[in-house]
């Protein structure tokens, strides 16, 4: 069974711009997190998305948001790119309430 | 507010035992998981802990004790490729997992 994918792997925007993460789950589940890490805050939760609504939201700015399709992919968006919003972003998948997460690779993005 | 502390930092020899403590203070508790994240890679589950008591699974242990809001990791018989970080997680539902602060794990020969 195919892991967790995320796409881009690495991504170098400007301040100011926005992108967009793609991430696509592990055949048959239907919850996805996201989360983002950097040295100084360590892993911290970004949204949850369960059968394409959100379940739970961190402590970000609403220049951070997300969705969920009908086969489970989601995307998050970061809208207005700030310096401090370089990090990894990890997305993970769960069968719905599940206390085993799994992680993809990543997304790099460098604001320059 | 939400927090889990760990030591920064525990260094090992291979075939050694060792701990690593959480301390957890989270609204909304449900259980403790267990991440291993090697350097430039994505965390893996380890385990998890519903209930107060031992998990076992192969090498590695957990225990949790909800009244001291305390939990531990256990591995025995280190291998280098232990090397890595390991976070502790709450569970405060919805899939949202609350991290620790993290230990990084240095096995040595």
Same mark, same amino acid.
């Given at each position: 069974?195919?892991?967790?994918?995320?796409?881009?792997?690495?991504?170098?925007?400007?301040?100011?711009?926005?992108?967009?993460?793609?991430?696509?789950?592990?055949?048959?589940?239907?919850?996805?997190?996201?989360?983002?890490?950097?040295?100084?805050?360590?892993?911290?939760?970004?949204?949850?998305?369960?059968?394409?609504?959100?379940?739970?939201?961190?402590?970000?700015?609403?220049?951070?948001?997300?969705?969920?399709?009908?086969?489970?992919?989601?995307?998050?968006?970061?809208?207005?790119?700030?310096?401090?919003?370089?990090?990894?972003?990890?997305?993970?998948?769960?069968?719905?309430?599940?206390?085993?997460?799994?992680?993809?690779?990543?997304?790099?993005?460098?604001?320059? | 507010?939400?927090?889990?502390?760990?030591?920064?930092?525990?260094?090992?020899?291979?075939?050694?035992?060792?701990?690593?403590?959480?301390?957890?203070?989270? &609204?909304?508790? *449900?259980? !403790?998981?267990?991440?291993? %994240?090697?350097?430039?890679? =994505?965390?893996? /589950?380890?385990?998890? @802990?519903?209930?107060?008591?031992?998990?076992?699974?192969?090498?590695?242990?957990?225990?949790?004790?909800?009244?001291? &809001?305390?939990? *531990?990791? !256990?591995?025995?018989?280190? %291998?280098?490729?232990?090397? =890595?970080?390991? /976070?502790?997680?709450? @569970?405060?539902?919805?899939?949202?997992?609350?991290?620790?602060?993290?230990?990084?794990?240095?096995?040595?020969?």
């Amino acid at each position: 069974k195919a892991g967790v994918t995320q796409t881009p792997r690495y991504l170098i925007k400007t301040r100011g711009q926005q992108v967009t993460l793609s991430c696509s789950p592990i055949s048959g589940h239907r919850s996805v997190s996201w989360y983002q890490q950097t040295p100084g805050q360590g892993l911290q939760f970004l949204f949850e998305y369960f059968s394409e609504t959100q379940r739970n939201k961190g402590n970000f700015p609403g220049r951070f948001s997300g969705r969920q399709f009908s086969n489970s992919r989601s995307e998050m968006n970061v809208s207005t790119l700030e310096l401090g919003d370089s990090a990894l972003y990890l997305c993970a998948s769960s069968l719905g309430d599940s206390s085993e997460q799994y992680f993809g690779p990543g997304t790099r993005l460098t604001v320059t | 507010g939400q927090s889990l502390e760990q030591p920064s930092e525990v260094t090992a020899v291979e075939g050694a035992i060792v701990q690593i403590n959480c301390t957890y203070q989270t &609204s909304g508790f *449900y259980g !403790l998981s267990w991440y291993q %994240q090697h350097d430039g890679g =994505a965390p893996t /589950f380890l385990s998890y @802990n519903a209930l107060d008591g031992l998990e076992e699974t192969g090498r590695f242990s957990s225990f949790l004790s909800r009244s001291d &809001s305390y939990g *531990y990791l !256990l591995l025995q018989e280190l %291998q280098m490729k232990d090397s =890595a970080s390991y /976070f502790c997680a709450s @569970n405060t539902g919805f899939q949202k997992l609350v991290f620790g602060t993290g230990t990084r794990l240095l096995v040595s020969p």
